[in-house]
Each structure stands twice: as C-alpha cells, then as structure tokens.
C-alpha cells in the first residue's frame, strides 16, 4: 500500500521568504510523485512531478522539489514567496503497477503575509 | 478549449433525490478518473476507467455508479443521495497512466 504525509496542514510564510511543503511517502516499489496546487474554488493543477532520473525536479511558477529516496521524502520549495502562491498543495504518489491510481497526502495550505 | 470540463459547477439537492455530474474531456486521453474530496479537502480516488472499462473501483457505496459512454466522458451518478455525499466531486483524464489533468470539480450540497 501507498501512503502520503504532509507534515504540516497550514503554512504562513511572508512574501519574499522561503517557501518549504513537507512531504513524506510510503511505497514498497519505486514511486511516481506528484505536487498538485489547488487555488480557491479552482481543480487541481500540476506544479510538478518525479517519475524517473534527475531526482531534482523544476516546476511552474518557481517551485521545485527533490526527490530524497533515503529519507522517502519529496519537500516543494520555493525560493520567494509571492502573494499569488496562497493556495493549498498536495503531494500525490503512485506507482507503475498501481493503474495510475494517485494517493495523495492531506494538504498543505500556504498563506503569504504583505 | 477547456482541457476537462464538468457540469454541472454547483449541486445543490435534497436526501433522497438521485442525481448526475457529467464530464468531458477534449484532451485524447485513454483514461478517466472521479475523485472526492471531503470538508477538510482530503481527496481519495472513487473510480478509474481506461477506455471505457472499469480498472479501478475504490471502496465506494454502490449507490454511486460511473458510466463511460466513451472514452471522452465519464460521468457519475448517485442514487438516493445522503448528507455524507456532500463534497466537491473532480474528474480527472490523463494517457497511457501519465500525469492526471483535473477538472474545476462539482460542489455537491445535500440537505
């Protein structure tokens, strides 16, 4: 079974700070990882994925995450904050033998302060 | 040019009733998917359909029945609706097990 944590349900950061989403999997064969943003009243978007190679991944809008398999984690960063990037973020895995099926992690909500 | 497009955008309807929430997507893809997400926004999986064939069938009353009348749509329908089925409703398309593409999602209200 696969499993997702988001350490974290609310993060207030101010703009121009660091942006830093938690996340941490379960999965006993190798993952595919997703970050999905979610804006208010809005579907989901891809910020980004990991599937295979460079364990360093770049996004839309300024953000990146790193795929740590020691730590089975995949935190999302943002260098600086914009007011633009309040919104809740999930961290999503799945696998190749898991039909696509995404699990994803509770939510982050992220709100930036003038 | 909508990529997946759901309607209707907002549901509202009384215990009991029986209602659908159609989707359509214009994007190619081999696969549909239907997602809840609950009042704290955590989002679980319901169904997958991969070329108008049931793959993945979560833990879901059978009150809920997904329909594929092609691979473009995917639309779902709840019989005898409850309190508990109120929550936004997302569909969700994507190729060959490749990134998922969401929709705007329904607002389900049961009172």
């Known amino acids: 079974a696969q499993s997702v944590t988001q350490l974290g349900s609310h993060v207030s950061v101010s703009e121009g700070a660091l942006v830093l989403l938690r996340c941490n999997y379960s999965?006993?064969?190798?993952?595919?990882l997703f970050w999905y943003v979610q804006y208010p009243n809005q579907g989901l978007q891809l910020l980004l994925k990991?599937?295979?190679?460079?364990?360093l991944v770049k996004g839309i809008n300024g953000f990146e995450a790193e795929f740590k398999k020691s730590e089975t984690s995949f935190h999302l960063t943002k260098p600086s904050a914009h007011m633009s990037d309040a919104a809740e973020y999930f961290c999503a895995v799945t696998h190749k033998a898991a039909g696509n099926k995404l699990t994803f992690g509770g939510g982050t909500r992220v709100l930036v302060k003038p | 040019d909508t990529a997946v497009s759901q309607t209707p955008k907002y549901l509202v309807t009384q215990m009991g009733n029986d209602k659908s929430i159609k989707c359509e997507q214009n994007?190619?893809?081999?696969?549909m998917y239907w997602y809840k997400q609950d009042s704290k926004k955590f989002l679980k999986i319901m169904f997958s359909?991969?070329?108008?064939?049931?793959?993945i069938n979560e833990t879901v009353p059978n009150r809920f029945s997904p329909k594929s009348p092609d691979k473009a749509h995917l639309n779902l329908h709840i019989n005898s609706l409850e309190l508990g089925d109120s929550a936004v409703y997302f569909c969700?398309?994507?190729?060959?097990?490749?990134?998922?593409?969401f929709g705007p999602g329904t607002r389900l209200t049961v009172l």
């Open positions: 994007l190619g893809h081999d696969t």
């Open positions: 990991y599937t295979t190679g460079a364990t």
């Open positions: 969700a398309s994507s190729q060959e097990g490749r990134v998922q593409f």
């Open positions: 999965s006993s064969v190798p993952p595919y």
């Open positions: 359909y991969n070329n108008k064939e049931l793959i």
